[in-house]
């Protein structure tokens, strides 16, 4: 990552789509890895955090994301979006599929984040398969922050009531609060990326 006390996103280019093993895995630039259940907004966020539109693919179906997609951020680093875990309406087959990628990257595929954000509907707060994801990521030693993601959809009171309880069940972990709808937090979340 760019070594500025203010980092800014002046580059970004998708590079390339894997569903299995691949030499960008351990390639040497750093990589920050997108994970969280599926709809929560991973791949939205990675557009706000890059400033465009459409860089990423996203849907208001769950499952859009079905490989593992590298972008290449100011020519240094990789944002690594990550297929999406846990929804209960997509196709068993798939969903199995997706998460075995998800656990074959963060377990047995040699790559090294240098820190994994792991996306959360804040109205939805952390689901069973979070608590899963979170033992997952502590047991492979990444480091990792939470993004309580679609702040937008609560009061400030509930985004602070949300804040307090995810915080709370997720044992210290620090929590970022974002929205792409109103920008909210993404600087924030792009500074701690750094
Ligand atoms: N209200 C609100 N909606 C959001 C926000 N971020 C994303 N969304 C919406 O949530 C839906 C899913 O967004 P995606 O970015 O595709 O979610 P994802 O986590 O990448 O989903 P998968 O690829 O299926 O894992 C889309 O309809 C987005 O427009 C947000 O901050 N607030
Ligand atoms: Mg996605």
Same mark, same amino acid.
């Given at each position: ?27 040497k ?29 996203? $849907? ?16 240094? $680093? ?15 087959v ?8 998800i ?5 047995? $595929? ?11 509907? $804040? ?17 492979q ?15 400030q ?24 709808l ?7 979340l ?5």
């Open positions: 990552m760019v070594h500025s006390s203010r980092m800014k996103v002046s580059s970004s280019v998708f590079v390339k789509g894997i569903r299995g093993t691949d030499p960008i895995v351990t390639d630039l750093s990589q920050v890895a997108f994970v969280g259940r599926s709809n929560v907004g991973k791949s939205s966020l990675i557009n706000r955090l890059c400033n465009k539109t459409n860089l990423v693919k996203v $849907s208001h179906k769950p499952g859009k994301t079905v490989e593992i997609n590298y972008f290449l951020i100011n020519g240094t $680093s990789y944002f690594v979006d990550l297929p999406g875990y846990g929804y209960a309406r997509v196709d068993p798939e969903k199995e599929k997706l998460q075995k990628l656990i074959w990257y963060l377990t047995a $595929s040699g790559a090294k984040p240098s820190i994994v954000v792991l996306v959360l509907d $804040s109205k939805v707060g952390l689901t069973e398969f979070d608590q899963q994801m979170i033992e997952i990521l502590r047991e030693n990444h480091p990792f922050v939470l993004a309580a993601n679609k702040i937008d959809k609560l009061t009171k509930e985004v602070s009531q949300k804040l307090a309880a995810i915080a709370k069940e997720a044992g210290g972990v620090e929590v970022i609060p974002t929205s792409t109103s920008h909210d937090g993404v600087k924030l792009l500074q701690r990326l750094v």
